[in-house]
């Protein structure tokens, strides 16, 4: 069975800093990991995904993620915060045939002025 | 192409009464998912339909049904509903043949008082 891990229910940054929104994963096969967003009363967005391949990932809206499998980890990353990023942050994992998805508990991301 | 499309928006149950709701899958996807997603959590796996069957469940009970239909809609049914079940329902959709990620409609929020 697969299983997600989020560090955080909240994470607040000032806007132009540093965002890092922390996901570790369980799986006993290779995994696909995901990011998704959401906004207040909509659906999930699909920020990126890892597959196979390069293990750095560049998502839209200047968002990436690195897939560690040393450490079991898919961190979330955005060089400078901007207002329009707060919003609740999914990490996910999949088996290789994209079947029975699993997300995480979520990140809330708050956004100072 | 239109994306996932999801039906009613809103609704209001009684305890004890039976619901569906609808899905339209993202033209060309033959797989749909739904996902119960309650207040402050993330998305929990109900179950999965390829080809009109359901190949794939989560935990949940058998009072979770569904179908999918030969243009890949699906229907999700809940009988029985509990105060616990008031919940976003997510639909997803994606293409099995070409394994790509999930795209999710912007849900059903269902309300049990």
């Known amino acids: 069975a697969q299983s997600v891990t989020q560090l955080g229910s909240h994470v607040s940054v000032s806007e132009g800093a540093l965002v890092l929104l922390r996901c570790n994963y369980s799986?006993?096969?290779?995994?696909?990991l995901f990011w998704y967003v959401q906004y207040p009363n909509q659906g999930l967005q699909l920020l990126l995904k890892y597959t196979t391949g390069a293990t750095l990932v560049k998502g839209i809206n200047g968002f990436e993620a690195e897939f560690k499998k040393s450490e079991t980890s898919f961190h979330l990353t955005k060089p400078s915060a901007h207002m329009s990023d707060a919003a609740e942050y999914f990490c996910a994992v999949s088996d290789m045939n994209n079947n029975d998805m699993r997300f995480g508990a979520g990140t809330r991301l708050t956004v100072k002025p | 192409e239109t994306g996932v499309t999801q039906s009613p928006t809103h609704l209001i149950k009684t305890r004890g009464q039976q619901v569906t709701l609808r899905c339209s899958s993202q033209?060309?996807?033959?797989?749909v998912s739904w996902y119960q997603q309650a207040l402050g959590q993330g998305p929990q796996f109900i179950f999965q339909?390829?080809?009109?069957?359901?190949?794939g469940r989560g935990n949940f009970p058998p009072r979770f049904s569904g179908l999918q239909f030969p243009n890949y809609s699906s229907e999700l049914n809940v009988n029985a509903l509990e105060l616990d079940d008031s919940a976003l329902y997510l639909c997803?959709?994606?293409?099995?043949?070409?394994?790509?990620?999930?795209?999710f409609g912007q849900g059903t929020r269902l309300t049990v008082v």
């Open positions: 033209s060309g996807h033959n797989t």
């Open positions: 799986s006993s096969v290779p995994p696909y």
């Open positions: 997803a959709s994606r293409d099995s043949a070409m394994n790509t990620e999930a795209f």
């Open positions: 339909y390829y080809r009109e069957e359901e190949n």
